[in-house]
């Protein structure tokens, strides 16, 4: 068609050539052309011609070389069939792979788990000899395993101590340092080009984002900025630490890293520590409380512990109103509660187990945790004790909540429940 083309060209030109010939002959010396002027235009014209004819020389051949390599292509896939791929890479050990399609022209992606830093190529891409690119990755250990962002060692969470409890023994938070910049590869690189049937495709690490003005470099993505904490869609619970590619997720002293890698899980110190013989082991969100249960000293009245959460008064005296008017027994309860918690919210019941007189009462004794607690009857035996608004940690509250026993209005028994609620300083 081109050849066609170049012939249809030829022949404008030499009619236009014969009209200014015909012109010439009719026409004067001084208003025509001269024989020289013509003749330049001539060559002008042979000159446009050559390129032109250069030019289509250059295309076809360009095309035919596209053609070669698409059929030889094609031939490789028509005689493997089926099997026009590159075997199954293996993921590294302590790491993964990302990408399922092994055909030629694709790509897989390797990851390593928290803790461990790629050795090797990030990306590996199929060819046409149907091999992968590079080598295989293989996942490392980083150098600061003591310190490893996996796990933390248990620690204790110091919280106020009242009257009837004993500060737990501290332990001093184990330090958590993100790996040093020396084990981390650049958060700029360079970017990946692959050369396939006359095309480049340039691509990034996984983490990373392409840039440049010529799509050559690629730039770390800081996931931790991108979904920063108390956000939907955040990353970690707690804290984020960006690295080169990817991010780590770390937890408070007294929690683990779960194995999302990204919340975090309370650690039950009291499984490892032993409070002393008279104290019992309450866990605690991101710590633990050893406290004492020590029945109170009322006038007129004297109490024995019955159980290790329990303290009953004695039998009164004969008249001893003072004696009477004591509570029948003193329960304890401890609490353990995460920071901000929504209100309001159900705490602890209080039930009586049976019932001698013809009314109940439920209601907050003492002065205590009346601007943070409610009690409500919930059942005939029932009464409930509320969380009415939302408490900060860290902190210790105290509430009492009283049960009343009455027949005609006369007073036959008060049982007391003490409840003391440990608020965490995390929301988790």
């Known amino acids: 068609m081109m050849q066609k083309f170049l012939s249809a060209m030829m022949t404008l030109w030499a009619t236009m050539i014969l009209m200014s010939l015909h012109e010439l002959v009719g026409c004067s010396a001084q208003e025509c052309s001269t024989t020289h002027d013509l003749l330049n235009s001539l060559r002008q014209v042979e000159k446009m011609l050559a390129i032109q004819e250069t030019s289509y020389q250059q295309g076809l051949r360009s095309l035919r070389k596209k053609i070669s390599a698409m059929h030889n292509s094609t031939m490789v ?114 970017s990946n080009c692959t050369h396939f049937l006359g095309s480049t495709r340039c691509t990034c690490d996984v983490g990373f984002t392409i840039s440049g003005r010529d799509n050559n470099i690629c730039t770390d993505i800081d996931e931790c900025h991108l979904f920063p904490l108390a956000q939907p869609g955040q990353l970690c619970v707690h804290e984020c630490i960006n690295t080169p590619g990817s991010f780590h997720c770390v937890c408070p002293p007294g929690y683990n890293l779960a194995s999302d890698g990204r919340s975090c899980t309370d650690i039950d110190e009291c499984e490892n520590h032993t409070c002393a013989e008279e104290q019992l082991c309450v866990n605690t969100f991101g710590g633990f409380q050893c406290v004492t249960v020590v029945c109170p000293d009322v006038k ?97 509250l105290e509430a009492e909540v009283e049960m009343s026993e009455l027949e005609h209005n006369i007073l036959l028994g008060r049982y007391l429940t003490k409840v003391t609620l440990f608020v965490s300083p995390f929301m988790f």
């Open 77 to 190: 896939a028509f005689k493997t069939g089926k099997n026009a791929s590159c075997p199954k890479p293996e993921p590294p050990a302590h790491g993964r792979r990302l990408g399922r399609v092994f055909s030629m022209g694709h790509e897989v992606h390797f990851l390593c788990k928290p803790g461990y830093e790629l050795i090797g190529p990030q990306t590996r891409v199929c060819l046409e000899s149907l091999k992968w690119s590079g080598q295989q990755p293989m996942c490392r250990r980083l150098n600061n395993t003591s310190n490893s962002m996996a796990s933390f060692s248990a620690a204790a969470s110091s919280f106020p101590a009242s009257a009837v409890l004993s500060s737990s023994s501290e332990s001093s938070p184990s330090s958590v340092s993100p790996p040093t910049s020396s084990s981390l590869l650049s958060s700029i690189r360079p």
């Open 300 to 396: 007129n009245a004297t109490y024995i512990k019955t159980s290790p959460m329990r303290c009953e008064r004695n039998p009164c005296m004969s008249g001893d109103k003072v004696c009477n008017q004591a509570p029948n027994s003193i329960s304890f309860h401890f609490l353990a509660v995460v920071s901000n918690m929504s209100a309001p919210r159900i705490l602890f019941r209080v039930s009586a187990a049976r019932v001698l007189g013809d009314t109940l009462r439920f209601g907050l004794g003492g002065d205590r945790g009346r601007g943070h607690f409610s009690v409500q009857r919930s059942g005939r035996q029932t009464g409930t004790l509320l969380l009415v608004m939302p408490i900060q940690g860290p902190a210790t």
